[in-house]
């Protein structure tokens, strides 16, 4: 089994702090958690940045699409107001960025390859890329997770020493073919579509399991129960606790 925490916080800890910034990300450190997750994307010069959406404007408020949008000019926006006033300013991070804070806060993380809409192999080949030959030696060796199997089949060639993880929403089908394929470690997918039995399954085959997102204690603590290793939450103090 894997030996990643039992609370991972999610998008850093974007219960508290706009999510994929590194507010998020100190955050998540300040509550205790040990490991967190974040999404990377790439700018319109395929430079890797934390994001979520293919477009801005539900974090910052601007028109447009990450994916069109140079480095220079996601980085003036503001990713924090959205969130709280208390937070504006904070900029869209780059993955050095994310990293070199991991470094200073000694956190590990599952790094999602988040493609835009038809980029799924070059986002693959450049964020596993860069992982790869600029990870952090002080801290755990990352865990690269994705729902493109496009981009996790280039983070197999990029970086086959990094393990992997299948991320799945709505329905686990083919879920053990899929893992066999891309080598993955783990599977990693919504709670509710869960139940023990599957679980059980899971397990048996060898895989590690963590579920998102998961903010009541009473769901994790049935899903430890199961069987699950790790979920992922927008408030990892409370799983924590």
């Not at 990300?25 to 293919?54: N, P, T, Y």
């Amino acid at each position: 089994m894997s030996d990643t925490p039992a609370v991972i916080g999610h998008r850093g800890a974007c219960g508290h702090a706009p999510e994929n910034t590194l507010a998020s990300i100190a955050k998540a450190a300040e509550l205790g958690a040990q490991w967190v997750e974040f999404d990377v994307m790439l700018s319109r010069d395929d430079k890797c940045v934390l994001f979520h959406d293919d477009k801005l404007l539900r974090t910052t408020g601007q028109k447009g699409l990450t994916a069109e949008t140079s480095l220079a000019g996601l980085q003036r926006m503001d990713a924090g107001s959205w969130f709280s006033d208390d937070f504006a300013g904070e900029a869209i991070p780059t993955l050095s960025e994310a990293m070199d804070l991991l470094a200073k806060l000694g956190l590990g993380a599952v790094v999602e390859i988040k493609p835009s809409e038809g980029r799924d192999v070059e986002t693959g080949r450049i964020v596993s890329g860069m992982v790869r030959d600029h990870w952090p030696v002080s801290v755990p060796q990352p865990i690269i997770s994705s729902f493109s199997e496009a981009a996790l089949e280039q983070a197999m060639m990029e970086a086959p020493h990094i393990p992997r993880a299948l991320n799945v929403f709505n329905g686990l089908s083919d879920w053990k073919v899929k893992l066999r394929t891309l080598d993955c470690v783990a599977l990693h997918c919504m709670h509710t579509d869960l139940s023990e039995k599957t679980v059980g399954k899971i397990i048996t085959a060898g895989y590690d399991l963590r579920c998102f997102t998961v903010n009541e204690v009473a769901r994790a603590n049935t899903l430890f129960g199961w069987g699950v290793c790790s979920v992922f939450s927008d408030f990892p103090e409370r799983i924590m606790a």
